[in-house]
């Protein structure tokens, strides 16, 4: 009698730790995907807590640029040099200084995508506003079409359509 395993239970128990294997790969993929959906998902709510701020204190929201950026933004530039540009990497959001106080500072910093590829689109007339992002989880159930405001055509990154939002109170996203 001759001890040992035969090539039919050794080629069986590798094809059981591969299923095994691709269970674990798919679980971490899918929780990896999640995390960055939850990551949006908080600082859209973080963006828009800044936009109420704002608009408690000047009775009114940012206007959008139609590039999906507030027209209305401010760099990191010392009081009265003048407004920073609204660029791709989303300067400061805070508010100009009157007679030379200090600036009122809505949000340290604009929070960006978690995939470099993909962006917030916010749209703005000034009494309300929209703001969107791309949720890689297409079982989402907070996942939207959305009805941009206007004529501007909504864009959250490369072959990343824009499928979850929140907004002022006064609209719907």
Known sequence: MKNGFTLIELMLVMI??????MIGVQAYISSQ???????RKGNLSAIAQALELYYTDKNQYPVSNGSG???VCYGNV?????PGVCGTTYPVFMDSCANGA???IYMPTYPIDPVSTQRYWYISNGSQY?????LENSQDAQIITPAPAGSESINCGTNAACNYGVSSPNTNP
């Open 33 to 39: 995907i999640k995390g960055r959906d939850t990551a």
């Open 78 to 82: 010392q009081c009265g040099s003048g």
């Open 16 to 21: 059981i730790m591969g299923i095994l294997a």
């Open 130 to 134: 929209q703001l969107y992002a791309h």
């Open 69 to 71: 950026t507030f027209a």
């Open 102 to 104: 200090a600036r009122a």
